[in-house]
């Protein structure tokens, strides 16, 4: 029944938010477990409330636009996209390539590093019994 108590504080966080916004401060709180009916007919009675002290906003047309031209790019010839492909994915590949082989000198060094680190520790002290 958890849901009821967080529905209630809900409710009253609403309404509380109502009253502060309108600027009025109703007699009308919730009581601590209000029946459902009694909630829902509070909200509906908020709404209307507020519904008719608000005036709705005077209708503003927007601005018309201004008609403009697009402006499209000259198509671009068959070749001309092709060498520029094939430029972008040599391009590509390079930098994987180079990605690769820093990983892989990255690799090379830390495990040379780890080893020269295992190899010259100094052996444990012996068990005492």
Request: with cysteine.
């Amino acid at each position: 029944m958890k849901w009821i108590t967080e529905r209630d504080a809900l409710i009253a966080q609403t309404l509380a938010f109502v009253q502060s916004v309108t600027g009025k401060k109703d007699d009308l709180h919730p009581p601590e477990s209000p029946p459902a009916a009694f909630a829902v007919t509070t909200e509906i009675a908020t709404v209307q409330a507020i519904a008719a002290e608000t005036d709705p906003p005077p209708a503003v047309s927007p601005p018309a636009p201004e008609a403009r031209p697009v402006q499209v790019p000259p198509p671009r010839t068959g070749g001309d996209f092709r060498t520029e492909m094939q430029a972008r994915i040599a391009n590509f590949r390079k930098h994987q390539e180079r990605f690769e082989r820093e990983r892989e000198e990255y690799c090379a060094a830390t495990l040379t590093k780890a080893r020269a680190a295992i190899r010259d520790a100094a052996p444990p002290p012996p068990a005492s019994k």
